[in-house]
């Protein structure tokens, strides 16, 4: 286990006394793409935020631990956080205008992300960086201001700052969910090559599971703050075991032009209301056991788990 | 034109710009389609292409720059928006910001019923019936929006859009807030409403997956024109504008 850059082990976040992650488990080797799914709610952004350090934004660890690169730093202090991030955790929020300040440009805004990183800012280095990532115009970018640019090339303009700091590992929160398919394509396929270029570990927050379909080397669907099912791309998507990850396959259309089927109500808000299974309300297979049998993430087939097994077809 | 055998409506030669002069920008030029009683329009293109504009012109909410729109062949081109609001109601991407946070659901409903209908006999029946129409337990109307999940907020806001039975909507990306599970919750329900209402819907979004799976025509939008119209299986099946392909081939399955 000591090659893996990124272990999460047995984590527990808890805002106030609201427990939004509960017991997650898993790890990332690397140059490695997992994905991480579910509804709004589930805790995937509140996963990203416990890696990135938590305590300025209101939520504490209750338990467990994250491990980067043999190192733990779940609980860092502010000056010894800052010298990990960005230069070796890298961030691209949903919000594709929370990087920026809208009317700066991006010139200052480089420089200032560089410096503060202690790092020499070179412009021929940063254009050569948007000519290796396709950006049109690449030698007028920097000029910009936030507000000229469209939400995909804002969202693309802190991807290559990520690229320049040069970190192992970049979370994306929904990075792609506020834009229109072509640019999120763009997006997509760009994460991808910087992939297999820079060998990035990616850990990637999305409710689209086309998008991590395209993208991902593992899948993780969370549910309720609890990992449901893990496991290879493939094995999850051809054979889903956990009733929540396909009802949530079932809700995306497909190319069969058929109406997607949808997912009545909400996952609870706080992750614990019974030792058990928390999707019992909105479970199809549910039985009285279901309530009381502890949550636990098990081995079905070799790399592919799940914590329930109810209506697998086989 | 006999009047009963005109479309619901029809949209000619429509165009819009913002500024006047050099600064002047034209975001549509010349638009041009019909729609008739019961059908599903779904309109997509990239952001900035003018979708929203031209919902905004539709419902009046924006005057035309050029061009006439009738609906059942009554030219309507330049009214206020109290006057077309009975046919059309509009429902935006954010829903809950529609919705006014210091009410209830059910007082933001009577609003609509008040300023349209002009009584409130029966007022808490129709809410009841519409809320129940689009899936929703009658109990939260009377909670407020922020009490409300994404996906609930949305549905009430169409239940809102219908309570005063508009002759159509207008969808502004609508499920494009919302994750995957609560946007097959609309879609679906939205399905029962055609089925059982044969309501009339212009459908925006970006999402041309998700419109092939409702639509009965799609319009692709660029730079402000309309590129290629048809059925979803022609669009799906024959594109014949290049930006058509790339859309298509931009639609991430799950593979």
């Known amino acids: 286990m000591a090659n893996n850059l990124l272990e999460i082990n047995d984590l527990t976040v808890t805002y106030g006394d609201f427990k939004i992650i509960t017991e997650v488990s898993f790890a990332m080797k690397p140059g490695e793409i997992v994905c991480i799914a579910g509804e709004s709610g589930c805790g995937k952004s509140t996963l990203i935020k416990a890696v990135l350090g938590i305590k300025q934004l209101g939520a504490h660890i209750k338990k467990g631990s994250i491990v980067l690169d043999g190192r733990d730093i779940t609980h860092l202090g502010v000056e010894e956080r800052r010298q990990i991030l960005g230069t070796q955790i890298g961030y691209v929020p949903q919000n594709t205008r929370g990087s920026f300040n809208n009317i700066r440009s991006y010139d200052v805004q480089y420089q200032e992300a560089m410096r503060s990183h202690n790092k020499k800012f070179n412009r021929v280095e940063a254009i050569k960086c948007f000519n290796r990532l396709n950006f049109p115009d690449s030698d007028k970018l920097l000029a910009y201001q936030p507000w000229e640019m469209s939400g995909g090339m804002n969202q693309r303009m802190a991807i290559a700052l990520a690229v320049l700091l040069g970190p192992k590992l970049m979370l994306c929160d929904e990075a792609t969910s506020v834009l229109d398919v072509t640019s999120q394509k763009e997006v997509i396929e760009e994460l991808a090559k910087l992939r297999n270029e820079l060998g990035w570990s990616i850990l990637f927050i999305t409710h689209n599971l086309g998008v991590a379909s395209h993208i991902a080397d593992k899948l993780g669907v969370m549910y309720a703050g609890r990992m449901v099912e893990y496991g290879d791309i493939r094995k999850v998507l051809d054979d889903p075991i956990h009733p929540y990850t396909r009802k949530l396959l079932a809700a995306i259309p497909g190319k069969d032009r058929k109406l997607p089927v949808g997912l009545e109500g909400r996952p609870p808000l706080d992750g614990a209301e019974w030792e058990g299974c928390n999707f019992v309300p909105r479970c199809e297979y549910c039985t009285d056991s279901c309530k009381t049998r502890p949550y636990k993430l098990q081995e079905i087939v070799p790399g592919h788990y799940a914590s329930c097994t109810s209506g697998r077809s086989v | ?255």
């Not at chain 2, 005109?6 to 429509?14: D, F, G, K, S």
């Not at chain 2, 910001?97 to 029966?122: C, H, V, Y």
């Not at chain 2, 024109?225 to 790339?246: F, N, S, W």
């Open chain 2, 1 to 255: 034109m006999v009047t009963c055998e005109a479309p619901l409506l029809e949209v000619r030669n429509i165009a819009k710009s913002y500024g006047k002069g050099k600064k002047g920008k034209e975001v549509l030029t010349d638009l041009n389609f019909k729609l008739n009683e019961g059908e599903v329009l779904g309109i997509i293109g990239e952001s900035g292409c003018g979708k929203s504009v031209l919902l905004n012109l539709i419902s009046c909410l924006e005057p035309v720059s050029q061009g006439q729109m009738l609906f059942r062949g009554e030219d309507y081109t330049g009214r206020k928006p109290a006057y077309v609001c009975r046919w059309f109601q509009v429902i935006f991407q954010d829903s809950e910001a529609a919705f006014d946070p210091k009410k209830t659901i059910r007082q933001s409903m009577r609003e609509n019923l008040k300023l349209l209908a002009g009584d409130l006999a029966d007022s808490d029946r129709k809410i009841d019936e519409m809320v129940g129409l689009m899936g929703l337990d009658t109990k939260l109307a009377d909670r407020y929006p922020r009490q409300l999940s994404g996906g609930q907020v949305q549905r009430m806001s169409i239940a809102r859009g219908l309570v005063t039975e508009p002759n159509m909507l207008l969808c502004d990306e609508i499920t494009s807030a919302l994750d995957v599970s609560a946007q097959a919750m609309i879609m679906q329900y939205l399905y029962q409403l055609r089925k059982k209402r044969g309501l009339t819907m212009v459908f925006v979004s970006h999402d041309l997956a998700l419109c092939s799976t409702f639509c009965d025509r799609i319009a692709i939008m660029k730079g402000g024109k309309i590129v290629e119209i048809g059925t979803p299986d022609e669009i799906m099946d024959a594109p014949k504008h290049d930006y058509t392909k790339l859309l298509l081939d931009a639609v991430l399955y799950v593979k």
